[in-house]
């Protein structure tokens, strides 16, 4: 059973900074795809960040040069480092990996996450202005 634990969130005020790791337990697989999501209340989730097995990055046009999506050398922890933050950004984020689509050659992640198999139960994040 694949467990997705998310953790690293908090409230800071804006243009602070937050770290958020996922620690992926019995999850395996060359082409797989991790990433972040979020949803804010009220709101339908969004894609945050996602990085795909070639261990390229995609960002949402929102969080671009601010977040970085990265994952240890193991890739059994995955994380979301968050700068200058803002008020927007707050919401429950998650983590999730899952399978990763075929086209032209090679392996790319599925923007909307419809492909991710599993999801850890968020962290929440809160912006103050």
């Known amino acids: 059973q694949v467990q997705l634990v998310a953790s690293g969130g908090g409230s800071v005020q804006s243009g602070g900074s937050l770290r958020l790791s996922c620690a992926a337990s019995s999850y395996s697989g060359s082409r797989y795809c991790m990433g972040w999501f979020r949803q804010a209340p009220g709101k339908e989730r969004e894609t945050v960040a996602l990085?795909?097995?070639?261990?390229?990055?995609i960002y949402a046009d929102s969080v671009k040069g601010r977040f970085t999506i990265s994952q240890d050398n193991t890739k059994s922890t995955l994380y979301l480092q968050m700068n200058s933050l803002k008020p927007e950004d707050t919401a429950m984020y998650y983590c999730?990996?899952?399978?990763?689509?075929?086209?032209?050659?090679?392996?790319?992640?599925?923007?909307?996450?419809?492909?991710?198999?599993?999801w850890g139960k968020g962290t929440l994040v809160t912006i103050s202005s």
């Open positions: 999730a990996a899952g399978r990763s689509a075929y086209y032209s050659g090679g392996y790319y992640c599925v923007r909307d996450g419809s492909l991710m198999d599993y």
């Open positions: 990085i795909d097995p070639q261990g390229k990055s």
